[in-house]
């Protein structure tokens, strides 16, 4: 249970809180590459960490991300003509670069020297492990862009998707750090029925299936945390899952065998955020249809407009089933098929953190000792937050080769976290 404060210090993440300001010391994946087009193609209407952005791709096939509304009139630069290394506003045509600069105004005098003095509020960003990245923290603080496994591959060995999500970034990242969940939440009656990625025995998930009531261990580290969840597998044996939580708000979910992977959660504004899920496999290319099938299958999602609660429209991925249709709950399937009645993984966990409200009240809960996790990252993010105020900057972004891990899942007839990490821990880094 939290109090009203630390939850709001939690959830918020606009311009000038104090959760948006230490995440503006990040960078962040927003959008696929594919969703952007090529240079002087159509603009894209994003909203990260609060704020109506446009992105765009210049002459030169350079990505800019600037401000929506230009500074003139006010009017959206979604709009815009790409032209020429710049986006040109068609109510008056001011037009910007990729840095913001005012590089026409043709709507005052030849002679004036105003577009000199005028910029449009814009961003760094880069394509990279097949998304478009922006950093919106000082210019003169800019770090390297993370160093994840699943990044620096070749990118015929990972899947990267991503899909907005209707509920705060805090709530579904959360699950990540609940892993009890799996042996209710994901549970399927026959191991055959379960989607591809939940089968046997590429997940461990019957193993998990087994004990409910996991125990759970939380080791901090510089980079964020690993936490092992510890269930009785028989024969004097534990089943471990070891999931790493990387700052700001990254996860690495354990598998027994390749491809692994895990999720980013973006906060678009405090009720919304973008979920990025990634999987990889470093020892071979996924196939055309192992491809497709992870891209675009499980969820049906298509790329559309979007309609926030602020009336600002973004163009996003979105999954066929949402909050608005119930994830076209089946009662019949739940009762035969699987506990929950959905059909996939993910919209099984779409649905009980979409339905907790956009922002969880969290003064409300009444956390368990499988909650042990989830407890842990919001203390450490609090001081994290706490201690960015006093002039302490955040250890990632400094650091991207600190992501270079990977998640444990393991069987073992050591029961002690410590000890487990003491000798298997070298399986948490990527292989030279």
């Given at each position: 249970m939290l109090t009203r404060v630390d939850n709001e210090l939690l959830a918020r993440t606009g311009p000038g809180t104090p959760m948006g300001e230490l995440f503006r010391r990040f960078w962040w994946p927003i959008a696929a590459i594919g969703d952007l087009g090529g240079p002087d193609g159509a603009p894209i209407r994003i909203k990260l960490l609060g704020e109506s952005l446009v992105a765009y791709r210049d002459?030169?096939?350079?990505?800019?991300v600037i401000d929506n509304y230009?500074?003139?009139r006010r009017a959206s630069m979604f709009f815009g003509r790409n032209e020429e290394c710049g986006l040109r506003c068609v109510y008056h045509g001011w037009k910007f670069d990729k840095d913001g600069n005012c590089t026409d105004m043709p709507s005052e005098p030849a002679e004036s020297n105003f577009k000199d003095k005028v910029k449009i509020t814009a961003y760094a960003a880069r394509d990279y492990?097949?998304?478009?990245?922006?950093?919106?923290?000082?210019?003169?603080?800019?770090?390297?862009l993370p160093r994840f496994e699943w990044a620096e591959l070749p990118a015929e060995n990972r899947v990267v998707s991503m899909w907005l999500q209707d509920s705060n970034w805090m709530q579904s990242l959360e699950g990540d750090l609940d892993t009890a969940h799996i042996s209710f939440n994901h549970k399927y009656f026959e191991a055959e029925a379960a989607p591809l990625s939940a089968q046997t025995p590429t997940r461990g998930l019957p193993l998990a299936w087994m004990d409910g009531a996991p125990r759970i261990t939380v080791q901090e580290t510089d980079y964020g945390l690993i936490y092992g969840s510890r269930r009785d597998a028989g024969e004097g044996e534990f089943y471990w899952r070891c999931t790493q939580m990387m700052w700001p708000m990254y996860s690495l979910i354990p598998s027994p065998v390749?491809?692994?992977?895990?999720?980013?959660?973006?906060?678009?504004?405090?009720?919304?955020?973008?979920v990025i899920q990634y999987a990889y496999n470093p020892e071979r290319p996924f196939t055309p249809e192992e491809r497709e099938a992870r891209l675009n299958a499980p969820l049906n999602k298509t790329f559309q407009q979007f309609k926030l609660n602020d009336g600002?429209?973004?163009?996003?991925?979105?999954?066929?089933?949402?909050?608005?249709?119930?994830?076209?709950?089946?009662?019949e399937m739940q009762k035969t098929v699987n506990y929950t009645g959905i059909k996939n993984v993910r919209e099984q966990d779409m649905a009980m953190t979409d339905t907790m409200g956009p922002i969880a009240d969290r003064t409300k809960e009444h956390l368990g000792t499988s909650d042990t996790a989830i407890i842990a990252a919001r203390r450490m993010l609090m001081k994290m937050v706490r201690d960015f105020q006093e002039g302490i900057e955040p250890y990632v972004p400094s650091h991207p080769e600190s992501v270079h891990i990977r998640a444990i899942d393991i069987q073992s007839p050591e029961g002690d976290f410590k000890k487990l990490l003491e000798k298997h821990g070298d399986m948490a880094n990527v292989p030279s």
């Open positions: 002459t030169n096939g350079d990505v800019g230009c500074p003139h492990a097949d998304l478009l990245w922006v950093y919106m923290g000082p210019k003169e603080l800019q770090p390297e390749f491809p692994k992977g895990g999720h980013g959660w973006v906060p678009v504004d405090d009720e919304h955020n973008m600002y429209i973004i163009d996003c991925w979105r999954a066929e089933r949402t909050i608005d249709n119930d994830y076209l709950i089946d009662r």
